[in-house]
């Protein structure tokens, strides 16, 4: 919700983004700006097939404080909206599970573990300050890395 465009360096090899900034929802309604997750901000690696997707997004002229994805509340998403389009993605994507949007980043950090990235990697991703907070992930891929036994026998 925060998201601007200078906080996107989509030529850069390899591309990434600088995650610096979150937004709050008060009580009141209102919107806050605070620390990113982990309480720093962090770069983290685009995946490439991305780039053409948020480029395709992308104002032929964006100004650089301009939010990538903005919204009618003070020019930010409506987090209510983000729910709904979640939601719906999930929906038309026939999906039974309950999908939220905090679940996307249960879902990127259960990936990574399924694909072999180094838990200390998927930390500092998602900006967690602590390594156990990341290995709550992993109870969704208890088979993670499974695949990797074989490599022990063939390197002796």
Same mark, same amino acid.
């Given at each position: ?55 395709? *997004? ?20 409506? *987090? ?47 900006? *967690? ?9 992993? *109870? ?17």
């Amino acid at each position: 919700m925060a998201l601007r465009w200078d906080d996107l360096h989509l030529h850069a090899d390899p591309p990434t983004i600088r995650i610096q900034r979150a937004i709050c929802i008060q009580p009141d309604g209102t919107l806050h700006t605070k620390e990113p997750k982990g309480g720093r901000p962090r770069t983290v690696p685009l995946a490439r097939d991305l780039i053409a997707a948020l480029l395709a *997004h992308r104002p032929l002229r964006p100004k650089t404080s301009a939010l990538v994805f903005p919204g009618p509340i003070h020019g930010h998403l409506d *987090h209510q909206r983000f729910w709904r389009v979640t939601t719906r993605a999930a929906r038309d994507a026939g999906l039974e599970k309950h999908v939220h949007p905090h679940l996307l980043r249960h879902t990127f950090a259960s990936q990574c573990y399924r694909r072999g990235v180094p838990p200390q990697i998927v930390q500092m991703w998602l900006g *967690h300050a602590q390594l156990s907070t990341t290995e709550r992930y992993a *109870h969704l891929a208890p088979l993670a890395g499974a695949e990797l036994i074989d490599r022990l026998a063939s390197s002796a």
